[in-house]
């Protein structure tokens, strides 16, 4: 099973992206977070496999909580997702940058989380 | 002295139609400059960086019940006022970086996290205006339902 870490300070999106987690037809454990504060305590407990993450929220970031995931050596084998409304290359540099694995931008639909996803569990190591 | 930069209103067409297609699997018809809906929620997000402003969205109350009840897979109803306003706030948030996104690709914006927009402060006719529907009614008879302004400074 694919323990996946869903972080978003919205419920409404939170629950959109789970709904379409599970229409992916992978075996995904949903973990949900609402700021990166709270994903990466979460974060070091379960030791997701992949955290989604959206990039605009309050207490700390996605861009911060993306580069204390690459720092972190407990997680070094989670993969990171961002998805965001935020559409600028140079946020997209940033991201890749500060080691994101992969960069969705809303609208997103399930077949594109799910191919994101399949691309990003093959890369494991 | 420099010009003042309006948004193309085919940019901020097709990025409304896109989302609403993907998001809430239904047609948005652009019906251009028009008043925004009478009752309505309204939600504001600011942007920054390379061009700055703010940009503004009402939907009618309908509209944002119907929108929130597609988005969560719920009945019509079953949704509380505050996941209704949850949903517009959302939209907003990815109207936003999807129209600045298309209307300059390559350039840096920031997107502020949505916030309420009071109604005394939007007054008079939205510029890019649309009538959604998803009951197959006349797209064309219809007023609008969903307004956006996007005030560059």
């Known amino acids: ?125 | 002295m420099s010009e003042t930069q309006v948004v193309p209103p085919g940019i901020v067409q097709s990025a409304i139609e896109q989302i609403f297609q993907t998001m809430y699997f239904t047609e948005a018809g652009f019906v251009g400059r028009a008043q925004p809906p009478s009752s309505a929620l309204g939600t504001t997000v600011g942007f920054f960086g390379e061009t700055e402003g703010e940009f503004r969205v009402t939907v009618s109350e309908r509209l944002a019940c119907d929108m929130a009840a597609d988005f969560l897979a719920l009945e019509p109803g079953e949704t509380s006022p505050e996941q209704v306003e949850a949903i517009v706030r959302e939209f907003a948030n990815v109207a936003c970086g999807a129209t600045l996104g298309a209307w300059k690709p390559g350039a840096s914006f920031h997107c502020a996290i949505p916030g309420p927009l009071e109604r005394d402060s939007a007054p008079g006719e939205f510029p890019y205006c649309f009538c959604v529907s998803g009951d197959g009614a006349d797209l064309a008879g219809a007023g609008a339902d969903l307004a956006i302004d996007i005030r560059i400074r």
């Open chain 1, 1 to 125: 099973m694919t323990r996946v870490l869903l972080v978003d300070d919205s419920p409404v999106m939170r629950h959109y992206v789970a709904r379409a987690l599970k229409m992916t037809g992978i075996d995904i454990a949903i973990t949900e977070a609402e700021n990166g504060l709270v994903a990466m305590k979460k974060a070091l407990e379960i030791l997701p496999d992949v955290i989604i993450t959206d990039l605009n929220m309050p207490e700390m970031s996605g861009q911060e909580l993306v580069s204390r995931v690459h720092a972190a050596a407990e997680l070094s084998a989670t993969r990171v997702l961002v998805l965001t409304a935020d559409r600028s290359d140079s946020r997209r540099g940033e991201m890749t940058q500060a080691g994101a694995d992969a960069y969705l931008t809303k609208p997103v639909t399930p077949e594109i989380l799910k191919n994101s996803l399949i691309g990003m569990l093959g890369a494991k190591p």
